[in-house]
């Protein structure tokens, strides 16, 4: 496809000093692609998007982002994390997270440049539809409008990679289609690579060109049809998993708890 | 009792015009460092105060400056300036802290442990020290009417250094503080922003505990940040409210105390506990409105 | 599309704030004239009502006397200074302080109000005391002659015109002293090596001017002074000494009062031993400091006597 990979991995293995936690990993990812992370509860997703944002080293392996190895804070990466906590009392705007990206990791002051600053934030706030929640306090917000404050925020910078941990997680399923479609059609527009951690594959199934699966220590990557299926998973796992179609292309995978108690 | 109250007041020369007044009790050595160290302190502690609370170190700020009493004690008892043994402590104690790490579930309890054993040294000093060691239970209440012509001194080029410092690093801070994960990311070092902001704590910290005391830093170095932080939209004017609250306090405290004479952080702590209460009790109201 | 607010308008008010402060504090220091003229009496600031009233009494008419710590109800150790002590240290011709760490609050103000033309007497300085000594100098008669005739040689030269009046009440106030410093000499000739205790190390300059054997451990009493807890071991001595009829007396330190001092109290009531009640501050505070003594020693008196015929 495209000669320079946003992402090049080949034979990385990921762990610490006396434990991997997978090995194997070998992949490309493109611009303007939609790749979804996925895999059991302490696989070792959020390992591999340390790797990526060079806030952890390869056990062995070589790990390339946009040709050059993974390094700390890359501006081409925009980074979603988890946010468990939201300060209930801080009344700070919403626009102002947003603003942190722009200039947050300069010294000094934004002197005289604030209101400059601020209008790119209330920009990006605007590419994701999240223009009218600019000025409330985060504490007010649900689940899926803080999503998109934060992914807002990820865009600010113009980053041609995206990094999404669990986006997902706490939606129902309206606003996770809601978000999904968000997600896919700013970064078609600005073409950029975006990889996205996921429990659950079928949100992702109308959007997502490749999938990579972390289990049991390995790393799979290629198409969802080639990935999920009861034969490819059941080698993944080492324990025999099921993977049900259902009549309108949804799949429900079966197994999996049984497969990581199996050693128990 | 009324009548007593106004007899103590214009006896002690109250009058309505408040020029009058200051110009009045400006014409006192003690009362001009007490003014200018105060407020030195109060801008500061509005300054720092405002990224504790934003930054969930509140109880580290209390548990540094009773570190801090430890080192004044020691500092006595090895017959050392006091003020040397609390920089000393706290900037160590502070450093611990930094360096140990970040899960704020576990921290209080590693910093209430650490506290204790502090204290426990701290009575140790006290108890080795042959003489009351007034000057180190001095440092519990603070004595802003004791301050000296250096000691301002002392505390402006304090001040200046940890303000200065903030704003060389305040875009960084601020991050870390509201966003950790995406800041770290963006190859901010955590650890260093812990160390650098901790060390001006332990110095913000050194300095306010002359105008409050070790007890009640808690009143300046975070009751008026938690008050900003309840109606700030924005940082910038988070700081300000920060800063004045801290400001007025302690400037109608050192003005109240010299017609009334009862302690300085007592005024003071009331002043900013009844701003407090006044915030919350009209923002409670403003829930119960209709939207 | 909504415009982002003007710039932070908070701002100014704060900056305005801290520079109208300043403008007021620069005018003030500008307008300062310090050194009050020498009109009228000399003011002296005593740290402690009993330095205090012997510096009344030397002075007289010259000079009016402030004493700071004199509620008898009230630890002095624990004192904590308000604006008007501040004040009275300002504006002070002459300070008199006890030194040795029992009031350095008095050494913070007089460095918080710098006066080159003010006076100080630091009477443990005069002794060559130093902290950690005890501080309790005017429980020795020895002590209280040398300090009033400090006194005496400062009030003469801050107001020389006046240097033989001061001469006359200085004369007059050592006869008034003789009273108690007698009656130390006529325990002293009947007691002497009388054995007691006491709660706290305010009595042990005048247990050696009387020649009483003071017995209790010393960690015990310095630490009550200090106010530390005293060691365990000195606390079981303590007791011991009372409840095995080794002590005559309880000499015991109103001021400075402890639950532990309260219990060692308890116990010599008990064991049916005279307590004598002392005070670090004049008591009651409107007497004069000799007819404080006298009456402190007269009560040791009556108790030593009192025990030998009972006993």
Redesign the interface.
Known sequence: MNSNPVISAQDLVAGYKDKVIWRDANFTINRGEFIGLLGANGAGKTTMFRLLLGLSRPVSGRLEVFGKSASRGNPRIGYVPQRPYIDSESKIEAVEYVRLAVSGTKLGFSFGRSDDERQRAYEALVSVGAANLAHRSLSELSGGELQRIFFAQALVSKPDLLLLDEPLANLDIRRETELIRLISHVVKEQNIAVLLIAHDINPLLPVVDRIIYIANGKVASGKPSEIVTSKKLSELYDSPIEVLKGSRGQLAVLGVEEALHHDD | MTTKFIATLSSSGFSFNLYSDLVNMWQYDFMRHAFEAGTIVAVVAGVVGYFVVMRRLSFAAHALSHIGFAGAAGAVLVGLNPLSGLLLFTSGGGLTMAVLGRKASSRDVQIGTVLAFMLGLGVLFINLYKGYATEAYSLLFGEILGISSSDVIATLVAGLVIITAIIVIFRRLLFTSLDEDVAEAKGISMMGMSIIFMLLLAVATSIAVQVVGVLLIFALMVTPAAIAQRIARRPSQGLTISICIALLATWFGLFISYYIPYPVSFFITTTVFVAYLLVRLFQSNLVHRPR | ??R?KP??R??P??IS??VV?GI??G???A??S?SPHQTGPIRIVAAENFWGSLASQLGGTKVTVTSIVSDPNADP??Y????????D??TANYVILNG???D??GN??L????NSTRKVLNVAALLGKK???N?HFWYSPVYVNKVIVKIEQNLSSISPANKAYFSKQYKALTTSLSTYQQRIATIKRQFAGTRVASTEDIFDYLASAVGLDLVSPASFT??V?????PPTNSVVQFQQQLQSGQVKLLVYNEQTVTPLTTSMKAIAAEQNIPIVGVTETIQPPNTSFQVWMNAELLNLQNALNAQSLGQ
Not at chain 3, 80 to 87: F, L, S
């Open positions: 599309m909504k982002s710039a932070n908070y701002l008010i704060v704030l801290i402060a007021v504090i005018l003030a220091r307008s300062n310090q150790h624990e904590e200074v308000n604006a008007t002590d501040a004040r240290f300002a040795a760490g029992y350095s609050w913070k103000l460095a918080a109000s710098p902290n950690g000594d501080p310095q630490a002074a200090d106010g530390n807890d």
